[in-house]
């Protein structure tokens, strides 16, 4: 943890750097006192320091004192990751020792993201490393308030984690947690809640804390070149190139970003992460680099309908009946697990007992006991080598024969010989037991066994999220069919189709949502990246012409 007050020593700008990057801003005199920007603000600028010094502060609470989290000193710069996100500040800058200090619009922040590589690299590693420090030292702008076991509570911290979204969870039947409830007067049936800078949320949802901290859309007067629907790992590649190659670019996710990848405790077989990586990491860093080419991410944002199309566009409508209008759609909802077919599967959902990803926050609570984890894929193997990991004895239910047909053979192996894990082939979950919480779970292998149980991870099977496309061409399963595909099934009259194009000439589809596609997170961020090429193709026979980008070599 970071000591309040403690300025990070890495990384910085040398002299030069500072002198470029202090070209693009306005010098200004600041007086002891002064507040750059506070917390809770929704849009704020960048600040080189020369002459001052600066706080960054966690403001008081009903419960805290004020506290200095850390301090910018001359040729130092302010900022951190909320820069690139337009979420809501945490912490408040305030000058300690008057002087002079260089403020830089957003927008000329912007230009130096795309144009000074060398600037742009310390300035994104900086605003990382001070997102770590905000969340390791629990200097938080948000308090998430609810029970351990209720899903909805798991829901508002899994949202906050996947957009590192600086919060604190308290549980409500510690200390802290009625210490909370009692300085705002929270009430048991107004959980789960959150405390976001002196405001309560009551029974929040991800929807709610997307509203507050800043992630929901902005109508825009203008239209968008690209609106990707679906942050998993081919949205955000598709996100990352169509930015970086100049399109202006939005990013919506029904729940936050990563998709099921963000449910994986580890991935082993991603290009160059030869000891692994978390969906969770992998998902950040995309992220982050999908902000800094200036995508926008909007998240608990879902997108409802394809409305009306025309020469130079189609309109999207959100949930809400909010509508945008874009000149390309690129669909990259990925798919959703299957309900295990059996009774009470609801009653121990809501008590969090069933779930649908294994991240380190789904599996802290498990820890040395025993645990169900139901599929035959890659995503349930990693599940069980997890909670394996962590001292829980695992039984891996499939439903086939074994795991060759459906498991990457180096994941099979493991399994197979793992101590703590039981591979039941041939078997499914009948039956979930047990009052207050989960107790045990049956087992039918053709001989019905009970085996105790503290909760179930499942990843069975799979099914596009596509029932909202009436007007794009779908395979019987509800996948999207593009390009050949689409003309196996339904024929080849009209102008030949894009690579990644789906029935609608402006939206294009790819990762797991698209029909015959590998379902591999490697495969699902090389299809996001290279539909882009056929997005410029399509924005270049406009009217209106192509982009800025469209021309730009595609990497």
Same mark, same amino acid.
């Given at each position: 943890?970071?000591?309040?007050?403690?300025?990070?020593?890495?990384?910085?700008?040398?002299?030069?750097?500072?002198?470029?990057?202090?070209?693009?801003?306005?010098?200004?005199?600041?007086?002891?006192?002064?507040?750059?920007?506070?917390?809770?603000?929704?849009?704020?600028?960048?600040?080189?320091?020369?002459?001052?010094?600066?706080?960054?502060?966690?403001?008081?609470?009903?419960?805290?004192?004020?506290?200095?989290?850390?301090?910018?000193?001359?040729?130092?710069?302010?900022?951190?990751?909320?820069?690139?996100?337009?979420?809501?500040?945490?912490?408040?800058?305030?000058?300690?020792?008057?002087?002079?200090?260089?403020?830089?619009?957003?927008?000329?922040?912007?230009?130096?993201?795309?144009?000074?590589?060398?600037?742009?690299?310390?300035?994104?590693?900086?605003?990382?490393?001070?997102?770590?420090?905000?969340?390791? !030292?629990?200097?938080?702008?948000?308090?998430?308030?609810?029970?351990?076991?209720?899903?909805?509570?798991?829901?508002?911290?899994?949202?906050?984690?996947?957009?590192?979204?600086?919060?604190?969870?308290?549980?409500?039947?510690?200390?802290?947690?009625?210490?909370?409830?009692?300085?705002?007067?929270?009430?048991?049936?107004?959980?789960?809640?959150?405390?976001?800078?002196?405001?309560?949320?009551?029974?929040?949802?991800?929807?709610?804390?997307?509203?507050?901290?800043?992630?929901?859309?902005?109508?825009?007067?203008?239209?968008?070149?690209?609106?990707?629907?679906?942050?998993?790992?081919?949205?955000?590649?598709?996100?990352?190139?169509?930015?970086?190659?100049?399109?202006?670019?939005?990013?919506?996710?029904?729940?936050?970003?990563?998709?099921?990848?963000?449910?994986?405790?580890?991935?082993?077989?991603?290009?160059?992460?030869?000891?692994?990586?978390?969906?969770?990491?992998?998902? !950040?860093?995309?992220?982050?680099?999908?902000?800094?080419?200036?995508?926008?991410?909007?998240?608990?944002?879902?997108?409802?309908?394809?409305?009306?199309?025309?020469?130079?566009?189609?309109?999207?409508?959100?949930?809400?009946?909010?509508?945008?209008?874009?000149?390309?759609?690129?669909?990259?909802?990925?798919?959703?697990?299957?309900?295990?077919?059996?009774?009470?599967?609801?009653?121990?959902?809501?008590?969090?007992?069933?779930?649908?990803?294994?991240?380190?926050?789904?599996?802290?609570?498990?820890?040395?006991?025993?645990?169900?984890?139901?599929?035959?894929?890659?995503?349930?193997?990693?599940?069980?080598?997890?909670?394996?990991?962590?001292?829980?004895?695992?039984?891996?239910?499939?439903?086939?024969?074994?795991?060759?047909?459906?498991?990457?053979?180096?994941?099979?192996?493991?399994?197979?010989?793992?101590?703590?894990?039981?591979?039941?082939?041939?078997?499914?979950?009948?039956?979930?037991?047990?009052?207050?919480?989960?107790?045990?779970?049956?087992?039918?292998?053709?001989?019905?066994?009970?085996?105790?149980?503290?909760?179930?991870?499942?990843?069975?099977?799979?099914?596009?999220?596509?029932?909202?496309?009436?007007?794009?061409?779908?395979?019987?399963?509800?996948?999207?069919?593009?390009?050949?595909?689409?003309?196996?099934?339904?024929?080849?009259?009209?102008?030949?189709?894009?690579?990644?194009?789906?029935?609608?000439?402006?939206?294009?589809?790819?990762?797991?949502?698209?029909?015959?596609?590998?379902?591999?997170?490697?495969?699902?961020?090389?299809?996001?990246?290279?539909?882009?090429?056929?997005?410029?193709?399509?924005?270049?026979?406009?009217?209106?012409?192509?982009?800025?980008?469209?021309?730009?070599?595609?990497?």
């Amino acid at each position: 943890m970071t000591a309040a007050g403690m300025t990070p020593s890495v990384p910085r700008l040398d002299a030069e750097q500072l002198r470029r990057l202090s070209g693009y801003g306005i010098r200004e005199d600041v007086r002891e006192g002064q507040v750059l920007y506070g917390a809770g603000d929704r849009r704020y600028d960048l600040f080189v320091v020369e002459s001052a010094v600066v706080d960054l502060v966690r403001d008081a609470t009903a419960l805290e004192p004020e506290r200095v989290v850390y301090t910018r000193r001359p040729g130092d710069f302010t900022g951190e990751l909320t820069l690139l996100t337009g979420e809501t500040v945490v912490l408040t800058a305030r000058i300690r020792s008057a002087g002079t200090v260089v403020r830089i619009p957003a927008v000329q922040l912007q230009h130096v993201l795309g144009t000074e590589v060398d600037i742009a690299d310390v300035l994104v590693e900086a605003f990382v490393l001070r997102r770590r420090i905000i969340l390791e !030292s629990a200097s938080t702008l948000l308090e998430i308030i609810g029970h351990p076991d209720c899903a909805d509570n798991r829901a508002l911290r899994t949202f906050a984690a996947r957009l590192q979204v600086a919060h604190a969870a308290v549980e409500a039947d510690s200390l802290p947690g009625r210490a909370l409830m009692s300085a705002y007067a929270i009430g048991d049936d107004d959980l789960p809640a959150a405390v976001l800078s002196e405001r309560v949320l009551r029974r929040a949802t991800p929807h709610d804390l997307a509203a507050a901290v800043g992630y929901t859309y902005d109508a825009v007067a203008h239209d968008v070149d690209l609106a990707v629907v679906g942050a998993g790992p081919a949205g955000l590649a598709a996100a990352v190139y169509a930015a970086s190659e100049g399109l202006v670019t939005v990013l919506f996710d029904a729940a936050g970003a990563g998709g099921q990848a963000a449910t994986s405790s580890r991935i082993e077989n991603y290009l160059g992460f030869p000891r692994g990586v978390s969906g969770g990491e992998l998902t !950040s860093l995309a992220l982050v680099q999908a902000q800094r080419f200036g995508a926008q991410l909007y998240a608990a944002c879902e997108v409802a309908a394809l409305g009306a199309s025309d020469e130079e566009g189609v309109t999207l409508t959100l949930r809400d009946g909010t509508a945008l209008r874009s000149r390309a759609v690129m669909l990259a909802t990925g798919v959703r697990y299957r309900r295990l077919d059996v009774p009470r599967l609801a009653e121990f959902e809501a008590r969090g007992q069933v779930r649908y990803s294994a991240t380190e926050l789904d599996v802290r609570d498990c820890e040395s006991l025993p645990v169900t984890v139901v599929g035959g894929a890659n995503s349930a193997g990693q599940a069980a080598l997890f909670l394996a990991s962590r001292g829980s004895r695992v039984d891996l239910v499939v439903r086939g024969a074994g795991l060759a047909a459906s498991m990457s053979d180096y994941l099979a192996r493991r399994l197979e010989a793992h101590p703590m894990v039981r591979l039941r082939t041939r078997s499914r979950v009948t039956e979930l037991i047990g009052e207050r919480v989960l107790e045990a779970v049956t087992i039918d292998d053709g001989q019905p066994e009970t085996v105790e149980c503290r909760a179930v991870f499942s990843f069975i099977g799979a099914e596009p999220d596509t029932g909202w496309l009436t007007d794009v061409a779908r395979d019987r399963d509800g996948f999207v069919l593009t390009d050949a595909r689409l003309a196996d099934e339904h024929g080849t009259d009209g102008p030949p189709r894009l690579p990644f194009q789906t029935s609608h000439r402006r939206v294009f589809a790819v990762g797991d949502v698209r029909a015959g596609s590998l379902k591999r997170v490697a495969s699902a961020v090389g299809e996001g990246a290279s539909a882009v090429a056929s997005v410029h193709a399509l924005l270049a026979s406009d009217p209106r012409g192509a982009t800025r980008g469209a021309t730009a070599a595609h990497a």
